[in-house]
Nanobody, 124 residues
Framework: QVQLVESGGGLVQAGGSLRLSCAFS????????MGWFQQAPGKEREFVAA????????YYADSVEGRFTISRDNAKNAVYLQMNSLKPEDTAVYYC?????????????????WGQGTQVTVSS
């Protein structure tokens, strides 16, 4: 069974940066494409970014393109989300997710495993 554990969330001022991490265990990490999603209070879970097995291919939501960077380290079984130029509207719980495929998708229902989430709060 795959387990995902996010870390790195916190409180930051607008314009600041945070780096989220997601630790993967239970299966062969390099066989899973990974994604990050955000969920603000009262809103549906929304796609942020995805990365392929090798890390060569990435996919971003328009709202974060150019500000956020997804990356992975297959030797450490981890995926990261570097978030720069943060805005108050980025405030949400951030979740990492895994799919046993090299298919990059923005659709939450296609991901098989989810972490418990980490809170990111951006103050104005």
């Amino acid at each position: 069974q795959v387990q995902l554990v996010e870390s790195g969330g916190g409180l930051v001022q607008a314009g600041g940066s945070l780096r989220l991490s997601c630790a993967f265990s239970g299966r062969t990490f390099s066989s899973y494409a990974m994604g990050w999603f955000q969920q603000a209070p009262g809103k549906e879970r929304e796609f942020v970014a995805a990365i392929s097995w090798s890390g060569d291919n990435t996919y971003y939501a328009d709202s974060v393109e150019g500000r956020f960077t997804i990356s992975r380290d297959n030797a450490k079984n981890a995926v990261y989300l570097q978030m720069n130029s943060l805005k108050p509207e980025d405030t949400a719980v951030y979740y990492c997710a895994a799919i046993n495929s090299d298919y990059l998708t923005h659709l939450a229902y296609e991901y098989e495993y989810w972490g418990q989430g980490t809170q990111v709060t951006v103050s104005s």
